[in-house]
Nanobody
């Protein structure tokens, strides 16, 4: 059984930075793609970033490309999301996810409970 626990969310001013962490457990996690989604109330959950189990490649949505960085050591069960130059529209609950393919991270099997990120002055 895979368990994912996010941490690092909070309140930050526009232009600021936050680093989210996702710590996972479970026998299959070391060889699973991992990534992040976010969701605003009343809207669908949207893809943010993903990386394969090797951590050798990364994928981003256009909305965060150039500002966010996902990282993961080879076969590690911890993944990070460094978020820089945050904007009010980045405000959302951020979810860690695992499973499927990093290059097409559309329906991962496993989900964390989410962590709130609020960008406001």
């Amino acid at each position: 059984q895979v368990e994912l626990v996010e941490s690092g969310g909070g309140l930050v001013r526009p232009g600021g930075s936050l680093r989210l962490s996702c710590s996972g457990s479970g026998r299959t996690l070391a060889t699973a793609a991992m990534g992040w989604f976010r969701q605003v109330p009343g809207k669908e959950r949207e893809f943010v970033a993903s990386t394969p189990w090797t951590g050798a490649s990364t994928y981003y949505s256009d909305a965060v490309k150039g500002r966010f960085t996902i990282s993961r050591e080879h076969a590690a069960t911890v993944v990070y999301l460094q978020m820089n130059d945050l904007k009010p529209e980045d405000t959302a609950v951020y979810y860690c996810a695992a499973g499927g393919f990093a290059a097409s991270f559309t329906n991962p099997r496993h989900w964390g409970q989410g962590t709130q990120v609020t960008v406001s002055s």
